[in-house]
């Protein structure tokens, strides 16, 4: 199914944020107006569940597209944007990997998230990691990774992302193709991997390889030297093609970082068209900024034909897999996970 609005619209290759718990008019203009695939919630967007849902229904109705997607990062741990007392806290990856039953355990997580985002109308979750933990890497990735060992990683973030699929919540699997030998965070500042082809195929690609049939990807602001010396993956053209969509074999719906992390050069218009040059289908924009958002939506155009493939087919995906949402019992997931990991985890 096209996300084109039911105006006919081609919509914007990007996905922005907005800034607080409604939509102020001049964020409904300017959304109306540019016309973006999608969007993505913050934890200063998420206040309580009716705030949500109506927040939601109101980003969907500015670019007159009743399935826009609506995306979150809910990973669990650190990373959650949806947190008490309205939702439940979700233990950090590593913890789940460290269960005496860990595929259960992440199973559970991923199914009790998806419960979470489905309620509110939200139907795309920026999980699970696929990165791998290395010794003495930046902490930015740190618990937010299943381990260490590539089929560890890719083992339990299948089961993620088949648990977020049948709950009706399409998956990204990130940073590919992968951001745990960063020793910065890309937050911050451009981090610089020197390892060797050869290697970084049999670790750091592996799980992304393993997983190349998940629907979304989110790329690593990061620069590979043996791959492109001089651009981070997001922005090389050569690693997308050769790396990301050849070797490693990922066909799906292709979403970059966020746009405004420091790792990029340039400024938001030439990162944007950079990102989409490089062969990203999607850029992403997540501080709710009106001035780097316009300045975004004027450098670039709208979907791809492809994109628009990649899109439709990880939609009917989540659809098929959408069975069996209600009548999951929360109740028992939610205690059987603290079973597992111990009560309010």
């Not at 509110?120 to 299943?146: E, H, K, Q, S």
């Not at 030998?181 to 451009?190: E, G, I, M, P």
């Not at 900024?289 to 990880?314: C, F, K, N, Y």
């Not at 098929?320 to 028992?332: I, K, T």
Request: charge should be negative.
């Amino acid at each position: 199914m096209s996300p084109a609005s039911s105006s006919g619209r081609e919509p914007l290759a990007a996905i922005f944020g907005c800034a607080g718990t409604t939509l102020s008019a001049a964020e409904r203009d300017f959304f109306r107006a540019a016309n973006p695939l999608g969007f993505i919630l913050f934890q200063r967007n998420c206040e309580s569940p009716d705030q949500v849902r109506a927040l939601v229904a109101a980003l969907r109705e500015s670019v007159d597209a009743a399935e826009a997607p609506v995306l979150i990062d809910q990973e669990g741990g650190r990373v959650a944007r949806l947190r008490p007392p309205h939702w439940r806290s979700y233990p950090a990856a590593a913890r789940l990997a460290a269960c005496a039953t860990p595929r259960e355990a992440v199973s559970l997580t991923a199914q009790l998230i998806a419960h979470d985002l489905a309620t509110l109308g939200i139907t795309v979750d920026c999980a699970p990691v696929l990165d791998l933990a290395i010794p003495g890497a930046d902490p930015i990735i740190g618990d937010r990774a299943y381990g260490a060992a590539p089929a560890t990683v890719a083992e339990l973030g299948r089961t993620a992302c088949e648990a977020l699929l049948a709950g009706g919540v399409l998956p990204i699997i990130k940073h590919i193709p992968g951001h745990g030998r960063a020793t910065v965070d890309s937050h911050k500042a451009l981090p610089v991997v020197g390892a060797a082809v050869a290697e970084l195929a049999e670790t750091d690609f592996a799980p992304f390889r393993a997983l190349n049939d998940m629907p979304w990807a989110m790329t690593a602001h990061i620069v590979f030297r043996a791959l492109d010396p001089e651009r981070p993956a997001t922005l090389s053209r050569r690693l997308i093609a050769e790396t990301i969509r050849t070797s490693i074999g990922f066909d799906g719906v292709l979403i970059s970082d966020d746009l405004s992390m420091a790792a990029l050069p340039g400024t938001l218009a030439e990162r944007a068209r950079g990102a989409l040059e490089a062969g990203c289908d999607v850029v992403l924009h997540c501080n709710g900024d009106p001035v780097e958002m316009t300045a975004i939506a004027g450098s670039i155009g709208p979907l791809t034909p492809a994109a628009h493939r990649r899109l439709a087919r990880g939609e009917a995906r989540r659809r098929a897999a959408d069975r069996g949402a209600a009548s999951f019992d929360r109740a028992a997931a939610s205690a059987r996970l603290d079973a597992l990991v111990g009560a309010g985890a």
